[in-house]
């Protein structure tokens, strides 16, 4: 995939959060958006992050998703360095169960805001990412809907190996 095609940022500060992250950039390939994984830490490569995340938008960069376990502190610095979305994802930890990320997320302070999915919501963070793609491009905007429907269908048939 070419540079020019890439239009998701998928960071982490560890590699530890990458089985979990996975899975937004499996939502992203079904959807055909490119996207870039990449380990930058808020703490430990706080020169490298800054830079990845001031430049992103020149980049051609639409939106970052940002996993965070712990202090939780990459998607809110993320923000702090970009005008583009950033979703957060609270990573589950060893101490607190994730509690301790979400809640360090969705505390962001007013002008810097961040959206945040369920502790571990790689999945719907990628599934956000190509619902705020979709707003300016209708063959993602298509295969959305229909990602959609069939999710619907797919639903609705459980109902016939029901008997009760």
Do not use: W
């Not at 540079?3 to 959060?17: F, L, R, T, Y």
């Not at 870039?36 to 800054?50: G, V, Y």
Request: hydrophobic share 40%; glycine share 10%.
């Amino acid at each position: 995939m070419s540079v020019a095609e890439i239009k998701v940022g998928i960071i982490m500060g560890s590699d530890s959060d990458l089985p979990v992250m996975e899975d937004a950039g499996k939502i992203l390939k079904e959807f055909g958006i490119g996207y870039e994984f990449k380990i930058l830490s808020a703490h430990r490569t706080p020169d490298q992050h800054a830079e990845y995340s001031k430049s992103a938008s020149s980049r051609g960069l639409k939106v970052i998703i940002a996993a965070a376990g712990g202090a939780a502190h990459l998607p809110g610095v993320t923000a702090a360095h970009t005008t583009i979305p950033i979703i957060g994802v609270p990573i589950k930890g060893k101490s607190l169960e994730g509690m301790d990320s979400l809640l360090s997320i969705v505390q962001m302070p007013a002008g810097v805001p961040v959206a945040t999915v369920a502790i571990n919501g790689a999945k719907n963070a990628g599934l956000l990412a190509v619902s705020i793609l979709a707003l300016s491009d209708e063959n993602i905007n298509t295969k959305l809907k229909n990602y959609k429907k069939k999710m619907e269908t797919d639903s609705i048939s459980k109902n016939d190996g029901i008997n009760y």
